[in-house]
C-alpha cells in the first residue's frame, strides 16, 4: 500500500512537470526562433545601414576633399596632377575600411588610383557605372573580383565599391570609385544587432522565466481539479457499489429464500403420498420453475455486485463474465498476461463496467460466435479491449443518432471521461466491433 501511494505520488509529480517542461521548452524554442530571426533582420538592416553610410562618406570624401584638387591634367595623368591628388586620397579619404580609389575617365582609362600600377591602364566600363556618369547617381555593389581592373583586391575578399561623378575644372566628368571592406559593412550589421540584443534576449527570457511559475501553478490546479474529479468519482463508484451491495443483500436475503423456500415447499408436496400423479408432475414443473428462477436471480446478484472483483482481482470477475457469455454458446477468451501491474479499486470497477456493458451488448446484438478480453497495464493506464467477430455498427450513431440505442457505451464513454481516461470505438458492418477503455491506473 505505501508503494503504491509513493507511485501515485510520483505519477502526480510528472503529470503536473511534463506539461510545464513542455511548456518550457515550447518558450525555449520559441526564444531561439525570435534571436535568430531578430539576428537575421537587424544584421540585413545593418548592412543595409552601412552601405548608405559607404555612400555617404564616398560622396562627402570625393566631392568635398578630392574634387576640388582635381585638375584638368589629371585627364593625361600629368605628374603633379596625380600628386596632388595622391597626396590627400592617402592623408584624407584612405583608413580601414576604405583601402582603393580609382577615378576614371569615360573611356574606361584608370587616370588615378592609389595603386599606381592601374594608372593608364583602360578597361570597359560596366553599365552601372556609364548610368553613373551620365546621371550623376551615387551607386553601390558588390565587387566583382574576378575582372582584371580589380586583380590587385582580391587578397581583401569580398569588397563594397561605391561610385559617383566628380568634374574637373573644364567640365570633363571622370568616375570616382572607393572599395570599402565588406566586412566592415557586416561588422556594422552585427554592431546594430549587439545594440538591442541584450534587451530583446532578456526581456524574452524574463518572460519565459515569469511564465513558467505561471504554468506550474496552472498545472497544479488542474492536477487538483482531476484529483477533485477522481474523488467525487470514488465516492460516486462507492455509493453505486454500496447501494448495489444492499439491493442484492436484500435480493438474497428475502426474495431468493422465499424462493428457495417455496421450490422445497414444492417439492414436498410433490412427494406427499396423497398427491395424485398428475398434481405432483404439475408441482415438480413448478418447483423446477422455481429453481431456474432462483439460479437466474443469483446470477443477476452476481452480475449486480461481484463479490470477486474485490475478493480476488478483476482477472477473476472477467472470467466470470465471459462463463456467461460462454454459456449463451459464445467462444470466449481472457489474456491477462500484460496485467502486470496492480490497479486501484476505482480503475477496476470501471474496467469491469466496460467489460459487462461489452460483453451484454456482445450476447444481445452482435450475434459474434467469438468474444477475446484482453487487459493490460503500464505506469500510467490500465486499458482493457473487448473484441468480437459480429456484425458490428456504425460508431457514428453514438454522436448521431442516440435514440435508436446503445445509451450504455454512450454512459461508458462518460464514465470514463469523468475518470480521466476514454473509450474508443472501432466497427464497422460485417467486420466486428473493438472496444477499447482507458484509464489511469
Do not use: C
Request: glycine share 6%.
Amino acid at each position: 500500500m505505501q508503494n503504491e501511494v509513493v507511485q501515485r505520488e510520483e505519477r502526480t509529480r510528472w503529470s503536473v512537470a511534463w506539461p510545464v517542461a513542455q511548456f518550457a521548452l515550447a518558450g525555449i524554442v520559441a526564444v531561439v526562433i525570435v534571436v535568430i530571426a531578430t539576428s537575421l533582420a537587424s544584421g540585413r538592416v545593418g548592412e543595409r545601414e552601412a552601405i548608405v553610410d559607404a555612400r555617404s562618406q564616398t560622396l562627402v570624401r570625393a566631392r568635398d576633399v578630392v574634387e576640388p584638387l582635381v585638375t584638368d591634367g589629371l585627364l593625361t595623368s600629368e605628374s603633379a596632377a596625380v600628386n596632388a591628388v595622391d597626396d590627400v586620397v592617402r592623408r584624407a579619404v584612405l583608413d580601414a575600411s576604405l583601402i582603393r580609389v580609382k577615378i576614371w575617365r569615360a573611356d574606361g582609362t584608370i587616370i588615378y588610383s592609389d595603386e599606381a600600377r592601374l594608372i593608364g591602364t583602360q578597361y570597359d566600363l560596366g553599365e552601372e557605372e556609364l548610368t553613373s556618369l551620365a546621371g550623376g547617381a551615387v551607386e553601390a555593389e558588390v565587387s566583382d573580383l574576378s575582372k582584371p581592373e580589380n586583380r590587385f583586391e582580391r587578397d581583401q575578399g569580398k569588397m563594397l565599391e561605391v561610385y559617383l561623378p566628380i568634374h574637373t575644372p573644364n567640365g570633363t566628368t571622370v568616375l570616382f570609385e572607393a572599395y570599402f571592406r565588406y566586412a566592415s559593412v557586416a561588422s556594422s550589421g552585427s554592431r546594430v544587432w549587439r545594440s538591442f540584443a541584450p534587451f530583446t534576449i532578456g526581456a524574452l527570457v524574463l518572460l519565459e522565466l515569469i511564465q513558467i511559475p505561471l504554468a506550474w501553478r496552472l498545472a497544479r490546479r488542474l492536477q487538483q481539479r482531476r484529483r477533485e474529479r477522481e474523488r467525487l468519482l470514488r465516492q460516486a463508484l462507492d455509493a453505486s457499489d454500496l447501494e448495489r451491495r444492499r439491493v442484492a443483500s436484500d435480493l438474497h436475503d428475502g426474495v431468493v429464500q422465499d424462493l428457495v423456500g417455496v421450490a422445497l415447499s414444492l417439492a414436498s408436496a410433490a412427494r406427499a403420498p396423497s398427491v395424485d400423479p398428475a398434481a405432483a408432475s404439475l408441482l415438480d414443473e413448478s418447483a423446477a420453475g422455481v429453481r431456474e428462477s432462483i439460479k437466474t436471480l443469483r446470477s443477476l446478484l452476481i452480475e449486480i455486485y461481484p463479490p470477486n472483483l474485490f475478493e480476488e482481482g478483476l482477472g477473476a470477475a472477467l472470467d466470470d463474465l465471459l462463463a456467461r457469455a460462454h454459456g449463451r454458446g459464445i467462444t470466449t477468451s481472457l489474456d491477462t498476461t500484460m496485467m502486470t501491474l496492480s490497479l486501484d479499486a476505482s480503475a477496476a470497477r470501471v474496467l469491469y463496467r466496460v467489460a459487462q456493458e461489452a460483453l451484454r451488448n456482445v450476447v444481445a446484438h452482435s450475434g459474434a460466435t467469438t468474444v477475446h478480453l484482453r487487459v493490460a497495464t503500464t505506469d500510467r493506464l490500465a486499458s482493457l479491449e473487448v473484441v468480437d467477430n459480429g456484425t458490428g455498427f456504425d460508431p457514428d450513431i453514438l454522436r448521431s443518432m442516440p435514440s435508436e440505442g446503445h445509451f450504455g457505451l454512450r454512459g461508458l464513454a462518460d464514465l470514463l471521461t469523468d475518470a480521466g481516461g476514454r473509450l474508443i470505438v472501432n466497427s464497422s458492418a460485417e467486420a466486428g466491433t473493438t472496444i477499447r477503455a482507458e484509464v489511469p491506473r
